[in-house]
């Protein structure tokens, strides 16, 4: 569980806090979103769930180790993996075997298994390139899917996804969340998911709403699309089979029951 208590913090040389006194639970296999407008503080408080950013007021704590203990931080972040917006900020190999196998070697994993276990992550996020094919010649959505694949191989317990298809095309956005969807049901993680999309998340357990560096509310989804002021606050656009469903739902038949299943299918 990540329990993150009455955390405040400002960037240094700013006179404004970037988080004002957040208090929030993240439980084990749990997919929860962060959802706020620009500059709400989602992206700031990523980074306090694996302690690259230690809170100047309040604590963080990881499945009850606090991420200011400096002992325990490498496990800590180990437990809690992050796939940034821009992918290409945390490729550090110059083949797609190279950067999977160095956070693997970081942990001490057995070279004679390294291969397999590429592949393994490889076929898990689907992306099928030679392992000797250079990063730097990847499409925008084969680098994210190789970020993904690359926190994978690590078995996080948590895993942030920061606007991950945010540079993507809409096709290759949906290959990624299939990806992801297949790696959750094979691997269990919780996931926490910043995103301005709701349609990303429909089966996402709970949401937390931010503004202006607080949280709003925490909630399920179901909640929020009742709630439309907090969708105005956060500038969320209710999902356009959603809006279409409830129109459907107003005339007697229930579509949204079967959401997950239309989805699988690719019709929605
Ligand atoms: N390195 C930094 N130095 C100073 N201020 C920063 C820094 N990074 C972020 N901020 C400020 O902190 C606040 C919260 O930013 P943050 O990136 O966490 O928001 P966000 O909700 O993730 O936004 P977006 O949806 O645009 O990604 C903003 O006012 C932002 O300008």
Wanted: hydrophobic share 40%.
């Amino acid at each position: 569980m990540i329990k993150v208590n009455h955390v405040s913090f400002s960037y240094p040389g700013s006179n404004r806090n970037a988080l004002k006194d957040v208090s929030l639970t993240i439980h084990e296999n749990e997919f929860v979103a962060l959802l706020g407008p620009n500059g709400s503080g989602k992206s700031t408080l990523s980074m306090f769930l694996n302690g690259i950013e230690i809170p100047d007021q309040g604590e963080v704590l990881v499945d009850g180790i606090k991420t200011s203990d400096e002992m325990h931080l490498p496990a800590i972040r180990r437990k809690v993996q992050i796939v940034f917006q821009n992918p290409e900020n945390q490729q550090v190999g110059i083949t797609v075997f190279e950067d999977i196998a160095f956070g693997l070697s970081n942990i001490g994993f057995p070279t004679d298994q390294m291969e397999e276990k590429v592949h393994l992550v490889l076929n898990l996020v689907n992306l099928n390139v030679p392992l000797d094919r250079e990063v730097a010649n990847l499409s925008g959505g084969e680098k994210q899917k190789l970020a993904l694949a690359s926190v994978l191989a690590l078995e996080p317990e948590y895993l942030i996804l920061d606007e991950s298809t945010s540079m993507l095309d809409p096709f290759s956005a949906r290959y990624f969340l299939t990806a992801l969807k297949q790696a959750r049901r094979k691997l269990s993680f919780a996931l926490i998911y910043i995103t301005h999309h709701l349609q990303e998340i429909e089966e996402a357990d709970r949401v937390f709403l931010f503004n202006d560096g607080s949280l709003l509310k925490g909630c399920t989804l179901e909640e929020l699309y009742q709630d439309s002021t907090s969708l105005e606050i956060c500038k969320l656009k209710m999902p356009y089979f959603r809006h279409l469903g409830l129109l459907i739902k107003e005339q007697g038949v229930d579509v949204l029951k079967h959401a997950n299943e239309l989805e699988e299918l690719g019709l929605l």
